[in-house]
């Protein structure tokens, strides 16, 4: 049971590059999230999704596109990316019920030059 | 906007000290997190708190949500050095429970 998994674990991406981080859960949650990390800035949510084919905007979703693919996996795109981009990226996934605790997984740490 | 402040921010104390992180608000949670992350790891679980009043307790680790359900408190005894690493909190408004409102972040490192 792999629980949340995240690929790439490390990425550097030149200004303007694009790339696709990619999760999957095996828990069969309907809700998964993406989330940014940042020293001083706590967890900010990027996007979410309630379910399969449904997702919506969190706190910071400028410059990010999301594809919730099936159940069991949920992509973060970067179009063009900006040095501001530079952080640690968290997917997480949720059972419905009241109290459900969010996993996460291991991280993408990822430079912008 | 709905905010979590979580304090202190940074924490540094000797093995077997006790010390507690507050987590406070304005807005009424339906239920509150507390969780670990550490270095190069997604953050996980320790407790979750649906009930004003109430306290779980975690081995050393004593969580109480408050009577309103707008703030709780983490205790540690006797800290150990395996305690260390940085404490969340994480509230779910009613009606709204997919969504977390997080706190900063307790970076607590604890010296043996």
């Known amino acids: 049971n792999a629980g949340v998994t995240q690929t790439p674990k490390f990425q550097v991406l030149k200004t303007g590059q694009s790339m696709t981080l990619q999760c999957a859960q095996d828990?069969?949650?309907?809700?998964m999230y993406w989330y940014r990390q940042d020293p001083g800035m706590g967890l900010r949510l990027i996007y979410y999704s309630a379910s399969e084919g449904t997702t919506d905007k969190g706190e910071v979703p400028n410059g990010y596109n999301v594809s919730r693919l099936n159940k069991r996996e949920f992509s973060l795109r970067l179009e063009s990316a900006a040095p501001s981009q530079t952080s640690v990226y968290f997917c997480?996934?949720?059972?419905?019920?009241?109290?459900?605790?969010?996993?996460f997984g291991p991280g993408t740490r990822l430079t912008v030059t | 906007t709905q905010l979590l402040e979580q304090s202190p921010q940074f924490l540094s104390i000797q093995e077997g000290e006790n010390l507690t992180v507050y987590c406070n608000s304005s807005?009424?949670?339906?239920?509150l997190q507390w969780y670990r992350q550490e270095p190069g790891e997604g953050p996980v679980l320790l407790v979750t708190?649906?009930?004003g009043g109430e306290v779980k307790k975690l081995k050393r680790l004593t969580f109480q949500f408050g009577d309103a359900r707008k703030d709780s408190s983490l205790h540690i005894t006797a800290a150990q050095p395996g305690d260390t690493g940085l404490y969340l909190c994480?509230?779910?408004?009613?009606?709204?429970?997919?969504?977390?409102?997080w706190g900063l972040g307790t970076s607590l490192a604890v010296n043996p």
């Open positions: 994480a509230g779910a408004v009613a009606g709204n429970n997919r969504k977390l409102i």
């Open positions: 828990m069969n949650h309907n809700s």
């Open positions: 997480a996934s949720r059972g419905d019920y009241r109290g459900g605790e969010q996993y």
């Open positions: 708190v649906v009930t």
């Open positions: 807005s009424v949670f339906s239920s």
